[in-house]
């Protein structure tokens, strides 16, 4: 990440990176009498749940919309700043419909306004340049699975001079700011993981691109399917369609029987019968929200897959519009 060791924790995953900076941010400011918190609408539940235990502490928090393309604009952070703003918190790229924020603008926003930012930089992490030299990232949160490593491992990046605030009471593990002993051999996975992802960055990140692509193209044939979120710039391997008259409620498990995995918006609100806040805040009705699958390409796919979760998807689609069309 070419960053200095100290300025790297390691916690239990992106949820507690993004718990922990959060926390940080908004006590680092109230220090100073800065009690308001600037996001957006599209965060994972980890950033927007731990704004709404902020709020019931008093601070006041602004989520700024995205457009319907899937973007927070910068010019939407600089009007929401006020000269009591402690912390701005916006995600690297969007974990449901893969559309990568202009968080470099948004950093140097923050910084000409003496704001701390906040990156959940979790999605990101393995198919982005983050570039930590040039100072304008506070605080960023990963997480080792989401770039093929362990589950239960994540990385809390602080600038040096940040003090992160622990949110574990006990001995003085990672100097003093996560409590605990370490989780070492998924740490070291994680480590491993991250290499691995940096190294083969750019040829991957085409490769799967171009696999994402293709799968597009091959489900646009059908009618009444749209891509939600712009294509451009996006992670190479999320792809969020949406089907209409064929509930994800009824696909989902259908395609799993099939042995494609796929989920309805986050895969941290499966079972959560609300529609995703994502599809929500682009304007998607709430149908619309619950007729829409979210694809992740992972790096063990090649053309044939592609071609074949194709042609499942769409004869389980036609099939249920069919019965959707017969019951009404
Ligand atoms: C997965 C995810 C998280 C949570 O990470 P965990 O390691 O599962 O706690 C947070 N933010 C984003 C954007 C994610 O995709």
Redesign the pocket.
Known sequence: LSVHPSEITFTG????S?NQALITGAHIGAQKGKRHLISTVME?H?VLHSLRRLKEEGFEITLLPISKDGFVSPESVRKALRPDTALVSV?AAN?EIGTIQPIEAIGTLCHENGVLFHT?A??GAAHMDLDFTKGVIDMA?F?A??FHGPKGA?ILYARRGIELESLIEGGAQERGKRAGTENIPAIVGMAAALEKAMQEKTVESARIRALKERLREKLLVLKGVRQNGALSPSLPGTLNMTFDGAPSEALLPLLGMDGICVSAGSA?ASGSPEPSHVLLALGLSAKQARSSIRFSLGADLDEKDIDTIAAIVIGHVTALRKLHHADQ
Not at 13 to 16: C, I, N, T, Y
């Open positions: 995953g992106g949820s507690e993004d994972h980890a995600m974990n959940d979790v999605q949160s997480s699975h989401k994540g941290c």
